[in-house]
């Protein structure tokens, strides 16, 4: 089969905050579930259920982090909100076209490769920053 698809947790994904780490953990979770999916050639059955719980499960941790950021102040909350907007816009445009071809292998590894791809980039580069936040205060 070859090399997996999962993605591993490790401390390049810490936000610094616990209870935002353990939810990114879940994250990444349900996106490697989805990985086991199309590694089984089980897409076609198993990701309906997936994209629910990935869906559902992203916009509440998205409310939490954001009101996270705004409580501490964090100078990236902006650029954070407008993140999880388009994250979601790039969801739902793959969920439809997903749900349009019957449950295409090809679309799911796309959006696998794509959602995976904007989750670790997007930890790294911008839940990141939320560490000096709520370690320090947003006083610069």
């Not at 947790?9 to 353990?22: F, K, N, P, Q």
């Not at 407008?82 to 292998?105: D, K, P, V």
């Amino acid at each position: 089969m070859g090399t997996s698809l999962k993605i591993a947790w490790d401390d390049s994904l810490s936000s610094g905050h616990r209870a935002i780490d353990v939810q990114h953990k879940y994250l990444i979770d349900i996106i490697n579930e989805l990985a086991e999916a199309i590694e089984k050639g089980e897409a076609a059955m198993a990701v309906k259920t997936i994209l629910n719980l990935l869906k559902y499960y992203t916009e509440w941790h998205f409310e939490r982090e954001e009101l996270c950021m705004d409580r501490h102040q964090c100078p990236a909350a902006e650029t954070n909100k407008r993140a999880h907007g388009h994250f979601m816009e790039t969801f739902l445009s793959f969920e439809n076209e997903f749900r349009q071809s019957g449950g295409s292998e090809d679309i799911a590894l796309r959006m696998y490769q794509e959602l995976t791809a904007w989750l670790v980039n997007h930890i790294k580069g911008v839940d990141a920053k939320m560490a000096d936040c709520v370690h320090h205060g947003s006083a610069r």
